[in-house]
């Protein structure tokens, strides 16, 4: 059955059990081609985009997000040894359509983005707790790995 046609018969029902997402989406095994890379992030779009989720849907979730990432890894491995905490922000800005004053807005001070943008500023616990939130994102794309 194709990712598609699974979509579309759990829409209505999404199996709630681990064993019966085992069985209606994809088996919890490692990926080996792209093919079975693009079916994996399909099925968890979906139950990432469902409103709520029982606790063996988030765990299925969570399993099948770990064998994602392990495959990714080792197929797309990006270096960021050399990424600030600037870049990261620049390119959260850009992919969202937003600019410094944006980023300011968001943390509460129109002037701030600006400043933080440029090095003048550095981010508060508060400013990073709040940019994980609007971006979910892990707060460790914010450390410098320097």
């Known amino acids: ?17 681990w064993l019966g997402l085992q069985a209606e989406l994809r088996s919890l095994r490692p990926i080996h081609s792209k093919k079975d890379h693009n079916e994996a992030i399909s099925i968890a779009g979906l139950l990432a985009s469902q409103n709520t989720l029982n606790r063996d849907q988030q765990d299925y979730l969570e399993s099948l997000t770990l064998v994602i990432a392990a495959y990714e890894q080792k197929h797309f491995k990006i270096e960021t040894g050399k990424v ?3 870049e990261v922000i620049e390119s959260l800005l850009e992919d969202n359509g937003m600019n410094a004053s944006d980023l300011g807005r968001l943390l509460g001070d129109r002037s ?3 400043r933080i943008l440029k090095g003048q500023r550095e981010l508060s616990k508060s400013h990073i707790h709040i940019l994980c939130e609007r971006f979910k994102v892990s707060p460790a794309v914010f450390f410098d790995a320097n």
């Open 1 to 17: 059955m194709s990712v598609a046609v699974k979509r579309q018969s759990i829409k209505d029902k999404l199996p709630e059990t």
């Open 84 to 86: 600030t905490a600037v």
């Open 112 to 114: 701030l983005g600006t």
